[in-house]
């Protein structure tokens, strides 16, 4: 496609767009006014009843709104807090009226359609105004009667239809032009309406902080217990053994310097393997190959030691804050590790990119799907550290395959240099 054409493809598909939210907004007007009408019938005890089921109804419409201008628009709305529940009828209609989410639901279901609506429908009003003149007025205007008018234009000869024509391919020129710009108001309205007040999304995200400073330390407090735990079974016992085979050597190197040489030759061997593991347990809390090389070479080496046929494709302006660095590092790990022992599949594809402050990461597999992100503690530790950093992890698992878990995570670039690497282990 052309750059000329990709300019008119462009407006054409957002007149298209209005067009179709406009409709829509038709049937938002019919669920506020079904929402109106339980309302109504508050004081008669029907509406307890229906209230339930018509804050549903609504929350489905808004859910779908939302999701329809973040594709369309490019506005994204927040998701609203879940509906109330309560044990009985009466209990869930006290509650969803107490619920703001559920007002502002119906303040968009009552507002939407007489604002964002009818601003939406401006352009493919004029789109098919202007395609009347320019296609109906040049050949028919005899037809039409004497009273017969376009706009401003007394179409009674071929000249004034020809002008009409050319009217009418303004018009369509014009809505062209404003469906864009229409198209994007019609986001920041409808962002307006559904989305939270500043204040609400502030105590949101307090509460998010709250939940996030918990799970980081929690996870610390694990982590601090494990590298003890590793410590003292490992390394710890190792050394203990040490001192007491060095005493046996001591006392037999004037009886016995034979075998006290043998001693030695343990302690020296039993010394090499406290030393590796303590070089493995250092590695494990920080890679030095992360720390030297960067995310890209260190998600590269857990491709070479992975069993399965793994590729990364790394695209990384410059180094990322250590501990960001260090939390994808490790969350990539835990999915590559869960796709060798859950998945069945042979390929795996890690890709890393960084979109202004945030990097994302996705890990795809072939295998046979169906991950439940709700069950196992893998997935579970992952999300727990991600959200530590104000990160998510979303995961795509249709039975049968294949699956992809993207995680984001907020960041910032320490260094202007670009680091790109792409490798196939």
Not at 106 to 125: D, H, K
Not at 257 to 270: D, F, S, T, W
Request: glycine share 10%; with cysteine.
């Amino acid at each position: 496609m052309t750059d000329r054409q990709k300019r008119f493809a462009g407006p054409l598909v957002a007149l298209g767009r209005c067009h179709v939210l406009s409709l829509a907004t038709l049937v938002t007007a019919v669920r506020g006014l079904a929402a109106l009408g339980a309302l109504m019938l508050l004081p008669v005890g029907l509406g307890l009843l229906l209230m339930p089921s018509t804050a549903r109804m609504l929350r489905r419409g808004s859910d779908l709104e939302r999701d329809r201008t973040a594709r369309w628009t490019g506005t994204v709305i927040d998701d609203p807090e879940p509906l109330p529940t309560a044990p009985t009828a009466n209990g869930r209609a006290v509650a969803v009226l107490g619920s703001t989410a559920f007002w502002r639901d119906l303040a968009w279901a009552g507002l939407g359609p007489w604002s964002a609506g009818l601003l939406v429908a401006v352009p493919p009003t004029l789109a098919g105004y202007g395609a009347f003149g320019a296609l109906v007025q040049p050949f028919l205007w005899p037809l039409l009667g004497p009273d017969n008018w376009y706009a401003f234009v007394p179409v009674d000869s071929t000249g004034t239809a020809l002008a009409a024509a050319a009217l009418g391919v303004a018009f369509f020129a014009l809505a062209l032009w404003l469906s864009v710009p229409v198209l994007v108001r019609y986001g920041t309205w409808t962002g307006r309406l559904l989305g939270d007040p500043y204040a609400a999304r502030l105590e949101r995200r307090i509460g998010q902080l709250t939940d996030s400073r918990a799970d980081a330390l929690d996870t610390q407090a694990a982590e601090l217990r494990r590298i003890e735990r590793d410590l003292h079974d490992g390394a710890q016992a190792r050394l203990v053994a040490l001192g007491l085979s060095i005493d046996r050597a001591e006392r037999l190197v004037d009886s016995d310097p034979e075998a006290a040489r043998l001693l030695l030759g343990e302690v020296r061997a039993g010394s090499q393997r406290a030393l590796q593991e303590l070089r493995d347990l250092v590695h494990g809390i920080l890679p030095p190959v992360l720390a030297d090389r960067g995310l890209p070479d260190a998600v590269r080496s857990l491709a070479l030691d992975a069993f399965l046929d793994v590729e990364v494709d790394a695209e990384l302006p410059g180094r990322l804050p250590a501990a960001v660095e260090g939390a994808a590092y490790f969350a990539i790990a835990e999915l590559l590790a869960n796709a060798g022992k859950h998945s069945g599949g042979r390929t795996v594809l890690i890709r890393l990119r960084r979109t202004g402050d945030l990097l994302r990461a996705t890990v795809t597999d072939d295998g046979r799907g169906g991950a439940d992100p709700d069950r196992g503690s893998g997935l579970a530790g992952v999300r727990r550290r991600l959200a530590a950093f104000d990160g998510t992890l979303a995961l795509v698992s249709p039975p049968g395959g294949p699956t992809t878990a993207t995680l984001e995570l907020p960041c910032a670039s320490s260094s202007p240099k670009t680091s790109s690497s792409s490798a196939t282990a």
